[in-house]
């Protein structure tokens, strides 16, 4: 069965790094897209960002440009979430997810994934 279980979140202060993962297992996702979510109180689910099958193409919502890079591990079935400069809008809890489709494109969209972990909570004091 597959779990997706995410890590790393804490709390920071506004200019600090942290990096997330996310573990796969119960199956292997190297062909799909796996993607990056987060989710203020009182908000909707947001796109962060999102790795295509093979690493070759990135997406990212225009909030986190040239702060935050997704990469990913087919070796350890990983993904993860390099984010620096945080600032106190990052705040929210962070969620991957897996691509409903094959992973040969980025989607940004909610409805193009079909599983998600439990998230981890990121938080960024001023």
């Known amino acids: 069965q597959l779990q997706l279980v995410e890590s790393g979140g804490g709390l920071v202060q506004a200019g600090d790094s942290l990096r997330l993962s996310c573990v796969a297992s119960g199956r292997t996702l190297h062909v799909h897209t796996m993607g990056w979510f987060r989710q203020a109180p009182g908000k909707e689910r947001e796109f962060v960002a999102c790795i295509n099958w093979n690493g070759a193409d990135t997406s990212y919502a225009d909030s986190v440009k040239g702060r935050f890079t997704v990469s990913r591990d087919h070796a350890k079935n990983t993904l993860y979430l390099q984010m620096n400069s945080l600032r106190p809008e990052d705040t929210a809890t962070y969620f991957c997810?897996?691509?409903?489709?094959?992973?040969?494109?980025?989607?940004?969209?909610?409805?193009?994934?079909?599983?998600w972990g439990q998230g981890t909570q990121v938080t960024v004091s001023s």
């Open positions: 997810a897996k691509s409903r489709t094959y992973g040969t494109t980025t989607y940004l969209a909610f409805e193009d994934y079909d599983f």
